[in-house]
């Protein structure tokens, strides 16, 4: 199991509106905090939390991510991921994202300039057009985009995305009306449901060897 099929589940989301987590209001900013519980197959492996704030029209999210996957009681991989992102509108502004993929450790770092999206990876930066977004699963307008940014890798990767169909998905013991997308990309094959207010409500990642990673609201 490698790195890069999780890479792509490291990124916020916003608005359960039909199974929200808590969320505090006062003054000028809004919190809002999920937590997951992370399956492989149907074993559990992990937690996925996340906390997204906006204040004054900025949006930033941080998420925290530790899986933990065993094999006759010995551990097989673990993976730790840790990330944090600042939004404008649309367009990210500047994100952090550090990993421990069974020892191998990623660190990548990107930032908006006046001349594109600057992207950090320990090796030579790489530019990419001003306006970027990641896989922000919280916005669905990010299905739109043509292409998006890994902030795992720092990889700009072409998209596909198909509009399935309706479906009936059970979410927190709740029979809730979603719209089921299919999204691939290189090594990537996810799969996402959204309800009539366009409000993320499940996803599935089918990962090497065609095993099924599955976030469920805990």
Same mark, same amino acid.
């Given at each position: %199991?490698?790195? /890069?099929?999780?890479?792509?589940? %490291?990124?916020?989301?916003?608005?359960?509106? *039909?199974?929200?987590?808590?969320?505090? $209001?006062?003054?000028?900013?809004?919190?809002?905090?999920?937590?997951?519980?992370?399956?492989?197959?149907? $074993?559990?492996?992990? $937690?996925?939390?996340?906390?997204?704030?906006?204040?004054?029209? %900025? /949006?930033?999210?941080?998420?925290?991510?530790?899986?933990?996957?065993?094999?006759?009681?010995?551990?097989?991989?673990?993976?730790?991921?840790?990330?944090?992102? /600042?939004?404008?509108?649309?367009? *990210? !502004?500047?994100?952090?994202? @550090?990993?421990?993929?069974?020892?191998?450790?990623?660190?990548?770092?990107?930032?908006?300039?006046?001349?594109?999206?600057?992207? &950090? @990876?320990?090796?030579?930066?790489?530019?990419?057009?001003?306006?970027? %977004?990641?896989?922000?699963?919280?916005?669905?307008?990010? *299905?739109?985009?043509?292409?998006?940014? +890994?902030?795992?890798?720092? &990889?700009?990767?072409?998209?596909?995305?198909?509009?399935?169909? +309706?479906?009936?998905?059970?979410?927190?013991?709740?029979?809730?009306?979603?719209?089921?997308?299919?999204?691939?990309? /290189?090594? !990537?094959?996810?799969?996402?449901?959204?309800?009539?207010?366009? &409000?993320?409500?499940?996803?599935?990642?089918?990962?090497?060897?065609?095993?099924?990673?599955?976030? &469920?609201?805990?």
């Amino acid at each position: %199991m490698k790195h /890069r099929f999780v890479g792509l589940l %490291m990124i916020g989301l916003f608005g359960l509106a *039909l199974v929200s987590p808590s969320s505090a $209001k006062g003054g000028e900013s809004d919190v809002a905090n999920w937590d997951f519980d992370v399956y492989l197959n149907d $074993k559990k492996v992990g $937690k996925h939390s996340f906390t997204v704030s906006e204040t004054d029209g %900025m /949006r930033r999210v941080q998420s925290q991510a530790n899986f933990n996957v065993k094999v006759l009681f010995i551990t097989a991989y673990q993976y730790e991921h840790s990330a944090a992102e /600042r939004w404008a509108g649309n367009c *990210l !502004v500047e994100f952090d994202a @550090s990993t421990n993929a069974n020892g191998e450790r990623i660190r990548v770092s990107g930032q908006q300039t006046s001349t594109g999206f600057l992207i &950090e @990876s320990g090796e030579s930066p790489v530019k990419l057009p001003e306006c970027v %977004m990641t896989f922000a699963y919280w916005n669905p307008e990010f *299905l739109e985009q043509p292409q998006l940014l +890994n902030p795992q890798t720092g &990889e700009f990767v072409d998209i596909r995305v198909e509009e399935v169909g +309706n479906e009936l998905l059970e979410i927190r013991g709740q029979t809730v009306a979603a719209t089921r997308f299919s999204l691939k990309a /290189r090594e !990537v094959d996810l799969t996402l449901w959204y309800s009539s207010d366009d &409000e993320w409500l499940a996803l599935e990642s089918v990962a090497k060897g065609g095993h099924i990673i599955r976030y &469920e609201l805990s």
